[in-house]
């Protein structure tokens, strides 16, 4: 049984934490800033759980782990 595996593209996750600056998404207004800057970097922090997520540049884009919810890749 692997976890990260079932997380991986399962289910609607739910980004309640920026993947950025790591602050709270609640309330539904998302930081246009850190959207911007997002369109060029790689996310820091999981969105669903707010773990710093361990980042890899590729050269066609990133993958960023989560140790709980698996890879993101652009
Ligand atoms: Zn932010
Ligand atoms: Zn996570």
New binding site residues.
């Given amino acids: 049984m692997n976890a990260a595996d079932t997380a991986r593209a399962g289910g609607p996750g739910e980004a309640v934490w920026c993947d950025r600056c790591g602050e709270s998404l609640a309330g539904g207004a998302p930081h246009p800033a850190c959207a911007a800057a997002r369109d060029l970097e790689p996310p820091r922090f999981?969105p669903?759980?707010r773990?710093r997520m361990k980042v890899q540049v590729l050269p066609q884009g990133w993958s960023a782990a989560?140790?709980?919810?698996g890879v993101l890749t652009s």
């Fill in positions: 999981c669903r759980c773990r989560c140790v709980e919810h």
